[in-house]
Nanobody
């Protein structure tokens, strides 16, 4: 069975950067899209970014210009580079292939 494992979260100050990684392991399925979602305390889970095999990328308005999603198919990895982090970015970040979800990695941004 396929698994998704996120890493790279942590505590940073506003304005700093983090790079999240998502490793796909196990019986990896071919999927056309990978994405990052996040869930802040007391709020519903929301899309952050997704990347398609075609190269098409979508970002949430709140992260456009600050976050960059990338995918290395040969390594079965998906990344989320987060720059100029804001306290509002504090959340648990989840990787998904549309069916499976990882366990999440916590990002905390202090002001």
């Amino acid at each position: 069975q396929e698994r998704l494992t996120e890493s790279g979260g942590g505590l940073v100050q506003a304005g700093e950067s983090l790079r999240l990684s998502c490793a796909r392991s196990g019986s990896i399925r071919k999927v056309s899209v990978m994405g990052w979602h996040r869930q802040a305390p007391g709020k519903p889970r929301e899309l952050v970014a997704r990347i398609y095999d075609s190269g098409e990328i979508h970002y949430a308005n709140s992260v456009t210009g600050r976050f960059t999603i990338a995918r290395d198919i040969t390594k079965n990895m998906v990344y989320l580079q987060m720059n100029n982090l804001e306290p509002e970015d504090t959340a648990v970040y989840y990787c998904t292939d549309g069916l499976l979800w990882g366990q999440g990695t916590l990002v905390t941004v202090s002001s």
